[in-house]
Each structure stands twice: as structure tokens, then as C-alpha cells.
């Protein structure tokens, strides 16, 4: 139906916002934001970059401070609602 051809055409506007975004990133927190949306957990994510769990915590800390600046704030919020139920 139209609604829900409206939702999915809505939120993949989000996501290609969301990832264009994250694209402008410094290298090291695209990848930590990139595995996270993927469904990696911080250790997964440390283990695979070989960096320690508290880089990992700092640079996606890092990265959500950059996106909110970036972001209009319904973006960041829909952005932080889609990082963290990957979790």
C-alpha cells in the first residue's frame, strides 16, 4: 500500500543520509560505525581492528559528536535509533 511504500522509501532516505554522512568521518570512526551497523559489539569490533575496547567506545563517542553536529536533530535521532538497536 502507499503508506507502507512511503515508509520504506523514508527511511531508505534516512540510511543514504545517514551513510553519506558517516562517508565524511575520519577513517578510523567510519569503520567503527560502519562494523556497529553491521551487528558487531564493541569487543567484535576491537578484535577485528585489533584496537582496544576503550578506542573503540572513544571513537564511536567521537563519531555520534561529529554526526550530531552534521545532522539535523530528526536525523541524528532516527541515526541514533538504527546504530543502537543494531546492538
Do not use: C, M
Not at 575496547?53 to 555520534?64: A, C, E, F, M, Y
Not at 535521532?77 to 543502537?84: H, M, S
Amino acid at each position: 500500500d502507499a503508506r507502507g511504500t512511503f515508509h520504506d522509501d523514508l527511511q531508505e532516505e534516512l540510511i543514504r543520509r545517514l551513510y553519506a554522512a558517516i562517508r565524511e568521518l575520519p577513517q578510523e570512526v567510519q569503520k567503527i560505525l560502519f562494523l556497529t551497523l553491521d551487528g558487531l559489539s564493541g569487543p567484535e569490533i576491537a578484535e577485528q581492528l585489533h584496537i582496544s575496547i576503550n578506542t573503540v567506545k572513544s571513537q564511536k563517542k567521537r563519531g555520534l559528536k561529529i554526526l550530531r553536529e552534521k545532522l539535523h536533530r530528526p536525523d541524528y535521532w532516527l541515526f541514533f535509533y538504527f546504530i543502537y538497536s543494531s546492538l
